[in-house]
């Protein structure tokens, strides 16, 4: 099982900017998907997070600027980041738990992560 992450990049205050990240290989089902961050010197921490079911979560600090959201597969999530800050500025991580194919063993999973800057 792999995950890949795509977008990210550099973006000024108050613009907007989506990562997405891919589940691949042999899976039984991906009961929950999310993203974390890690800013320099400081611990990695969740950002937002979605289960199967739909239901979400987001970190305080993001509410009501971040949106995050799945493909009908449910093998792909979507982060879309609004009003965006310095502060936001961290490596994002994409996260899931996911039952794998061959053993049906469930674990966490993570991608290489992707770098988001928000600076003028």
């Known amino acids: 099982v792999q995950l890949v992450e795509s977008g990210g990049g550099l973006v000024q205050p108050g613009g907007s900017l989506s990562v997405s990240c891919t589940a691949s290989?042999?899976?039984?089902?991906?009961?929950?998907m999310g993203w974390y961050r890690q800013a320099p010197g400081k611990q990695r921490e969740l950002v937002a997070r979605?289960?199967?079911?739909?239901?979400?979560n987001y970190a305080d600090s993001v509410k009501g600027r971040f949106t995050i959201s799945t493909d009908g597969a449910k093998k792909t999530v979507y982060l879309q980041m609004g009003s965006l800050k310095p502060e936001d500025t961290a490596v994002y991580y994409c996260?899931?738990?996911?039952?794998?194919?061959?053993?049906?063993?469930?674990?966490?999973?993570w991608g290489q992560g992707t770098q988001v800057t928000v600076s003028s």
């Open positions: 290989g042999i899976i039984f089902s991906v009961n929950a």
């Open positions: 979605i289960t199967s079911s739909g239901s979400t």
């Open positions: 996260n899931a738990d996911i039952t794998e194919g061959r053993m049906y063993s469930t674990r966490d999973y």
